[in-house]
């Protein structure tokens, strides 16, 4: 099973909107609707943000949303905020008892 | 609320094993979910290690299976991680967690990540 496709890295300015994309196979995010997305900040444990596609769990701010679109899934963060610059990781199942990450993306707030 | 901490050695030898275990409070492991672990190298991102259910049964990454046990015990409400003949590639943060799940036609089929342990950082040096 390879890693799923994430850019290493994103930015964009306070209020901006931006989106970052997760691409697999279809036999992982294009199989199933199990994608999930995690926030990292520096030293800090993986905080779950979007499971099942589009899901958000409760306390998740409603900027931060989910999608998919055959093999690929999109994170779209709408009116960017500071708190917001982190690593975040795409996270599908991979068929055959198995979870597969991306590599990662890193959030950088100019 | 579900809290889980992992405990273990932080500096583990080349061609040793590395054993991690996982106490969870707040939530019995007999009560359902799979149980699993995630490592993360210094400066890179996350990889699934394996998760196993409260009867036993296992899902290992194919890229460590070869090296990898996983165990649980329902009456300390713990989880166990054995990785063998480690080597330095192997050094990581390593995390416990607990995964939502189905089984599909005897497949385990593992939904998302919903609560994390703290970490546990270990080296592989001699």
């Known amino acids: 099973q390879s890693a799923l496709t994430q850019p290493a890295s994103v930015s964009g300015s306070p209020g901006q909107s931006i989106t970052i994309s997760c691409t697999g196979s279809?036999?992982?995010?294009?199989?199933?609707?199990?994608v999930s997305w995690y926030q990292q900040h520096p030293g800090k444990v993986p905080k779950l943000i979007i499971y099942?596609?589009?899901k958000r769990p409760s306390g998740v701010s409603t900027r931060l949303s989910g999608s998919k679109s055959g093999n690929t899934a999109s994170l779209t963060i709408s009116g960017l905020q500071a708190e917001d610059e982190a690593d975040y990781y795409c996270?599908?199942?991979?068929?055959?008892?198995?979870?597969?990450f991306g590599g990662g993306t890193k959030l950088t707030v100019l | 609320q579900v809290q889980l901490q992992e405990s273990g050695p932080g500096l583990v030898k080349p061609s040793e094993t590395l054993s991690l275990t996982c106490t969870v409070s707040?939530?019995?492991?007999?009560?359902?979910?799979?149980w699993g672990w995630i490592r993360q190298p210094p400066g890179k991102g996350l990889e699934w290690i394996a998760t196993?259910?409260?009867?036993?049964?296992?899902c290992y990454n194919p890229s460590l299976e070869s090296r990898l046990t996983m165990s649980v015990d329902t009456s300390k409400n713990q989880f166990f991680l054995n990785l063998r003949s480690v080597t330095a590639t192997d050094t990581a943060v390593y995390y416990c967690?607990?995964?939502?799940?189905?089984?599909?036609?005897?497949?385990?089929?593992?939904?998302?990540?919903?609560?994390w342990g703290q970490g546990n950082p270990v080296t592989v040096s001699s």
């Open positions: 967690a607990r995964v939502p799940h189905d089984v599909v036609r005897g497949v385990i089929k593992l939904y998302y990540i919903d609560f």
């Open positions: 099942e596609d589009s």
């Open positions: 996270c599908s199942y991979g068929g055959s008892s198995n979870m597969i």
């Open positions: 707040g939530f019995s492991i007999s009560n359902g979910y799979c």
């Open positions: 279809s036999t992982d995010v294009g199989s199933y609707n199990l």
């Open positions: 196993i259910d409260r009867d036993g049964s296992t």
